[in-house]
């Protein structure tokens, strides 16, 4: 239990392209950068999903970068948030309605906070970090209640049960 009192402090992100034009990968950076600075959060950019709190997902699913989404989602232990970074990430943006394309990424793992733009400017990235944080807080304390009242999570189709609806962060929305 005391390792979930911690996390809300220190959350783990894992970055994942699943086939954008980098814009928002760029955006995301700077928010790692000196000037942003997300890690005076306690974040810390993970490369290994199964560390992993928070993912960060840039584009568009391609064809070839689907398998590869769901099983690094997979992959991440819960309680875990996903934040989609850019309009591509939410709806397929630029790219919806192309050959290779297969849309916003909701299609494949549930999305838990929808960052729009193109690209999403890194005070909305930060925002809609600050917000997957409250939903992580959610999530853990289901988790607990679960286990306190000693039954299982409640699961569908393999993932934890969403309870809230998924937040949109508006373009004019920054945090700090
Ligand atoms: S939202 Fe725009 S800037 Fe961001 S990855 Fe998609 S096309 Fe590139």
Redesign the pocket.
Known sequence: MKLNKYRKKSPWILHYNAG??????IEILACLGPKYDIERFGMINSGNPKQADIMLV???VTKRSRERLVDIYSQMPEPKVVVA?????CTG???RGMYNCEGGVDQYIPVDVYVP????RPEQIIAGVVEALAKLEQKTKDIEKSIRLDRSPQINNGQMDRREIAVEIAPGKVFG
């Open positions: 954008g034009c980098n814009g928002c990968d840039t584009g568009p970074c850019g309009s591509c990430t943006g630029v790219f733009g193109c690209g999403c």
